[in-house]
């Protein structure tokens, strides 16, 4: 499936989201909570879900930024999900990177985490960790580690590309992690959170793809320039691949 985050154009009305979504043949949306489904507003929620069921356009994931350890109530961005009539819902493994954290603090992360996924649980929604720098999923081993240590039936990770680290070790991250893989965002950076178009990074997420899934969300997070024309361009490329 390929879709498109919401953040992708921040800029954009919730219609203005929904109509690049039908230009780009994107076939969902992964709504987020920072600007177009705000937690807690359920009735933005109530109408981008009309709206979106309206056009045939499916609403993959709600893409929240609740992080652990952040003191956040989670129940207004559980009942934002529910009224999307999502299954899934996008989190933070913290504010900080795995090598900055103490046992004890990992220890409590995980804890709340385990608290909120039962929380899901009762609704049948799932909840997945952004892969991140800067929280416990900033490298493979850490979120292995994290999901072992949540240990419950509904938590699972996204995967992104980190700029930061080698073709090799970004499938090797793949590799370890793969069936907990329930979502990735696709865009192409260089060093420094450089952008490019999708098609000058194609024989990358080539291998990207052959070693993860093709039956999973594949949700456009950020284009060269914020342009649509680039969006666009960046679905056509990632649709070519997944066919």
């Not at 600007?35 to 056009?55: D, F, L, S």
């Not at 793949?174 to 194609?202: A, P, Q």
Request: contains cysteine; charged residues 30%; hydrophobic residues 35%.
């Amino acid at each position: 499936m390929i879709g498109l985050t919401s953040i992708t154009f921040r800029n954009k009305s919730i219609d203005e989201v929904i109509d690049f979504a039908k230009k780009s043949g994107a076939e969902a949306i992964e709504w987020g909570s920072d600007v177009h489904v705000p937690q807690g507003n359920i009735e933005a929620a109530i109408e981008v879900e009309q709206k979106c069921k309206k056009e045939g356009i499916s609403i993959c994931s709600y893409g929240s930024y609740y992080k652990l350890g952040e003191n956040q109530d989670f129940k207004p961005y559980l009942d934002s999900a529910i009224a999307l009539n999502t299954s899934r819902i996008r989190i933070w493994a913290g504010t900080r990177g795995s090598d900055k954290i103490s046992d004890r603090e990992r220890v409590l992360l995980i804890e709340e985490c385990q608290e909120i996924a039962e929380k899901a649980a009762i609704y049948e929604i799932e909840l997945c960790f952004e892969y991140h720098r800067k929280t416990l999923t900033d490298n493979k081993d850490s979120a292995y580690k994290l999901i072992h240590e949540i240990d419950r039936d509904n938590v699972f990770l996204y995967w992104q590309p980190n700029p930061e680290v080698s073709e090799a070790e970004k499938l090797e991250e793949i590799e370890l992690l793969r069936k907990y893989i329930k979502c990735v965002h696709f865009f192409n950076w260089s060093g420094k959170n450089t952008r490019h178009l999708m098609s000058e990074g194609l024989d990358s997420w080539r291998e990207y793809i052959k070693a993860i899934n093709k039956d999973i969300p594949y949700l456009l997070e950020f284009t060269l320039d914020d342009k649509d024309e680039n969006g666009i361009a960046d679905i056509k490329a990632m649709a070519d691949l997944i066919k």
